[in-house]
């Protein structure tokens, strides 16, 4: 029962064959994925510089002439 028939391993040979082949889905695939994360990583790092930020602006003052609010 712990061994592998020759069905068996001829069953694991052309599963490996599909998955790794050279022209395989998977490879493939892979090589789109690598391709999108190249493109991702390109993105990243851009050509433009972030726009400066305005400096902060000085809140109006506070008019002393109101009434404060009483509880």
């Given at each position: ?58 809140l109006p003052p506070v008019q ?8």
């Open positions: 029962m712990g061994s592998l028939s020759p069905i068996h391993w001829i069953i694991i040979a052309a599963v490996v064959l599909l998955v790794f082949g050279g022209r395989g889905k998977l490879s493939g695939l892979m090589g789109d994925a690598a391709k999108g994360i190249r493109a991702f990583r390109e993105g990243l790092k851009g050509d433009e510089a972030p726009p400066a930020a305005e400096p902060a602006k000085p002393a002439d109101k009434d404060p609010i009483v509880r």
